[in-house]
């Protein structure tokens, strides 16, 4: 039991002996018991109008003077002030810290309400979107226009980042990334990646100046090693093996090229990609056929297509896709493998996968097959006469028609390449 509330006990018992004692002495037991209650209340009552006023104040200063139950109240009220302070304190702290960090940051931080209107924002932010201190408030579909963004920050499950030019400065280009937090408030990250873009775009052309410059001297060379070819007989002995190797060579470079010009082409090209009706278990067919030309009696090469739905894309990137899969298949694995070409569809998507029982891949190569020019075994990128391009290309063809590739592979049990591409009404 708290000291206050015995010494209040104690007091209540004391003064009732006194009142009993005195009033029988007076003659008026019940009345003196009343008189001294009724006292005993005033003085009670002159307590809580005494901490109610310091509450009043807002608890500021000392609390009352109090013994007993009200002081125990008081001494409680005023440690729990105390810890409130020294809580408000370490907020006020913590927050103009966070203000400090956010301030040093070159990405623009914006706070949203759940209704997607301003409530703060970091200088970054101010310098990006051109933000000033009567925009509080405002809506920030207002400020941000674009039809996209309205869709990007109205969506009730945000979507992925989303970039787009600046609205102050269209030559800059932004990236915008959100994410939610407490009662539905919305964090909003602005980051310029104009250089970024810039680098991009220059490692772009780079790459569509440089396939394209090769075209010429490749063609001349092809056209002197033929002619040579053809009048072998005319040439010095020992020539012929030199001209077969320099024939090789040429036609590397000439596919390098050619699947270069293609990724460029694949990564510049903006538009969607057309949306005629192809019938995939023809063009699989077609591929098919094509890679047992290649293969001829060293790989068995089966298809299956169960879905007879059009598939609205553009014929020339899937043919290359899919053929590069199937090749692929080919080149990196020994005679006698068997290669299975399967296309199913689900309720939303066609899927087609092309699978073989060969060497299988390293699991940790996987995550990074897709990379331009990466190689699982540097040893054979002569022997396969592949230019480490072909499933860059793959994925390039399958994300402008809103699809994915996903990669299942185990070290001496084959490989499967699917692709799932969604169907479109």
Not at 125 to 149: C, H, I, W, Y
Not at 211 to 235: C, K
Request: aromatic fraction near 6%.
């Amino acid at each position: 039991m708290h000291r206050g509330l015995k010494a209040e006990i104690r007091r209540i018992a004391l003064l009732t002996l006194f009142l009993l004692l005195t009033g029988f002495l007076w003659g008026h037991t019940l009345l003196t018991l009343l008189l001294g209650g009724g006292l005993y209340m005033l003085w009670t009552f002159a307590h809580i109008s005494r901490l109610y006023d310091w509450l009043d104040q807002s608890a500021e200063g000392p609390p009352p003077e109090a013994s007993g139950v009200w002081g125990d109240m008081t001494d409680f009220l005023y440690r729990m002030q105390q810890r409130n302070e020294r809580a408000k304190q370490s907020r006020r702290q913590l927050a103009e810290r966070v203000k400090d960090i956010t301030s040093a940051l070159a990405d623009g931080i914006i706070i949203l309400t759940p209704d997607r209107e301003l409530e703060w924002w970091n200088p970054a932010a101010e310098k990006l979107l051109g933000l000033v201190k009567q925009d509080r408030g405002q809506s920030m579909t207002n400020l941000v226009r674009d039809p996209r963004f309205v869709v990007f920050i109205q969506s009730d499950a945000l979507p992925p980042p989303l970039e787009l030019s600046s609205p102050e400065d269209p030559t800059r280009t932004l990236l915008f990334t959100a994410a939610t937090f407490g009662d539905g408030n919305i964090i909003l990250v602005v980051q310029d990646i104009t250089r970024l873009r810039n680098l991009e775009q220059m490692r772009q052309d780079f790459v569509a100046n440089i396939s394209h410059e090769l075209r010429t001297p490749l063609t001349v060379l092809s056209g002197y090693i033929e002619t040579l070819q053809d009048n072998a007989d005319q040439l010095p002995r020992g020539w012929a093996k030199a001209l077969l190797q320099m024939g090789q060579q040429t036609e590397r470079l000439n596919a390098l090229a050619n699947d270069l010009v293609m990724l460029s082409q694949l990564e510049s090209n903006r538009k969607p990609p057309s949306r005629a009706p192809i019938m995939l278990d023809q063009l699989l067919q077609q591929i098919a056929e094509d890679a047992r030309m290649v293969a001829g009696d060293n790989y068995l090469i089966e298809t299956d297509c169960a879905t007879d739905t059009p598939f609205k894309g553009e014929y020339k990137e899937l043919y290359s896709a899919f053929s590069n899969l199937v090749l692929n298949a080919i080149k990196h694995n020994p005679a006698g493998v068997r290669v299975q070409i399967r296309c199913f569809h689900t309720a939303s998507d066609i899927v087609v996968e092309i699978c073989d029982n060969g060497s299988g891949i390293d699991p940790k190569h996987l995550p990074r097959l897709t990379e331009r020019f990466y190689r699982v075994d540097q040893s054979r990128a002569t022997s396969t006469g592949g230019t480490g391009l072909g499933l860059a290309i793959v994925k390039h063809v399958l994300m402008r028609h809103g699809g994915s590739l996903k990669i299942d592979s185990t070290l001496g049990k084959g490989s499967c390449f699917r692709c799932q591409l969604p169907l479109l009404t």
